[in-house]
């Protein structure tokens, strides 16, 4: 018998984004990305194991949570 692992697949694994990814299409660092995490100022996130993905949904309400009508609008 082999010890490799099985590849579980499902709609929403395949959906969800690593944060290289979305530090990527955000135009900053992972580190931001991290820190974003870390301090609660970012996206919400799914840890599974050691690992960390975001879901597109959680992404796309953070990203409209951004909103601002003006610069001195406080966060």
Do not use: C, N
């Amino acid at each position: 018998m082999s010890s490799s692992a099985i590849a579980i697949t499902t709609p929403l694994l395949d959906s969800l984004i690593h944060p290289d990814t979305l530090a990527e299409r955000l135009g900053t660092r992972r580190r931001t990305v991290d820190e974003w995490r870390i301090t609660g100022k970012g996206p919400a996130f799914i840890r599974i194991g050691r690992s960390v993905r975001y879901a597109p949904e959680s992404v796309d309400a953070w990203l409209l949570s951004q909103q601002r009508t003006r610069t001195s609008e406080e966060r």
